[in-house]
């Protein structure tokens, strides 16, 4: 028996033409689970989902554009695995295997990411099309699978995955590891994995990944090595919460530092968690940082589970956010606007929080990203979806929206935060035109120094 070929497909959006971006669609998950089975398979990886010249939603030309590459991609393959890594993909995701289906019918066919982990009987139906569905982590199961080289089953076997723990970077293989973006050299890759905090809205604390990382060494002997193999311009982590230690990240910023590793990063954190001194390391090191704040108002921090403490957190969101104005560090700030419970109070609130953050005429090397709230399976907010509906009047209208065909994003935003809301509706999306106003004052403001980062970062 050859040598086993596993094909790794991430789907194509088919519903979201106005929400996925391919900008930003990097496969770090694909990369470790290709890197830990490779000494038992060839792996090859076909993303479906950042195909370029084919009209966003326009689904039959989408459809018919990935038949081609996937006939191709499928030559000789033993196994297929589909990453269904996001709800935006699970039209895709279906229809990929159908497609396989009505080709290789013998072929096992394993879906995961983090759809399937939220919502595993949106894969095990009559239809029979997965032979195995993976939830949380995929290496140990995808390893197995590999190993056994078993045949279809007759059912469809729903697997909880083993986490998996950032303990060996050798697992990766990271002399050959793939450009994001090889023309504006940006690669995407993860340093620590899972998050201790219980967002509401989002689908991580559901999927029981404790915090865990590569030790620092070996994380500056990844990005060093790296720098020598590729040279990127940008790195950056798909980590959920960068800075998560204080005491890891401080280390691993000060070995950037001594290394003088050449190249920019980006990453995502929260501003309460961190310190003058460490944002003085991130300016250093050259990070532009995306900051989720996502709310100004304390009764909605406390509605969104972002801290036992909502007072403190914006009190020291508000701090470390001036303090990265004040040394012209490069960042972002995400607010989510219209989470069930937002009354046109709490908007306001967050509203004149972010504002009063840039007061004075102080340099500001940042802006603004705020978009409406949606329904996630695998999260707080969709268990507690008939409590926000008792509790404020909150009305999610598409409870299930990936399943349908429509514009996902205009299908899952589709939500009245609050009863006070009702007859005001046409204020909801007001802050759209906030935004822009912030941001064009912001980017006024914008010291040369900021400017010349952007362009290095954007490649501009
Ligand atoms: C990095 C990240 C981003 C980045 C990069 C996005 C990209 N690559 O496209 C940015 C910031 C740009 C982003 C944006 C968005 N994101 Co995002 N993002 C993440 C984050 C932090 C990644 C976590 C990660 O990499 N973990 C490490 C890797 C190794 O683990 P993993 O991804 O879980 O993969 C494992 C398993 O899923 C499984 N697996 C995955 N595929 C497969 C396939 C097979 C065959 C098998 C067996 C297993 C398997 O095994 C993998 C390895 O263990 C997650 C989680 C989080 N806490 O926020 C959200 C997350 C994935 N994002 C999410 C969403 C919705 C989005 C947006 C659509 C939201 C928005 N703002 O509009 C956008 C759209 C992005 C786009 N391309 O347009 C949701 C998806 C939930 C869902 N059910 O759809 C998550 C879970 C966050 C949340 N809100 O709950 N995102």
Redesign the pocket.
Known sequence: MGRMVVL?VAPPVLY?PT????????????H??SGFVRDLADVRILEL?TLAGVAPGDVAAVLAGIDEPLATALEGVDLV?????????YLGAVEVARKIRATRPEVPI?????????MPSDFDDAEQLFD?V?C????H??RR?CEERRPRSRTTEIIR?AP?QMSDPARIDWTHYPWHDEKQRVL?L?LS?G?PFKCA????PQ?G?NWNNYAVEDALDILDGLARTHAPNVV?F????FGASRKWTEALLDGIAERQLPNMFWC?TRADLMTPALLDKFRTCRFKV?FGLDTGSETMARRMVKSPSPANYLRKAREMIAHANSIELFHDTYVLFNFPGETPETTRETQEFVVAIAEGNGPISGWVSS?SF?I????ETYKRMDEYGRDYGTEIRNPTW?RQVGDH?ALATDVLPSREFRGREHELLAFREWQNTVNISRLERHSNATRAFMKGFYGL
């Open positions: 790794l979201a929400w996925w971006s391919s900008r930003v669609a990097s496969k770090p998950h694909l470790s689970l989902d695995g589909i990453s269904c890594w996001t709800s935006l993909h394993v879906v995961g990411g983090h759809h399937p982990t939220a195995v993976v949380g982590d995929g290496e199961v995808f699978l995955g998996y995407w993860s994995r998050c809205y989002c689908a991580e999927r990944t950056c798909a980590d959920p919460l995502e995306d978009q949606f996630l399976p695998g999260t990936w994003n």
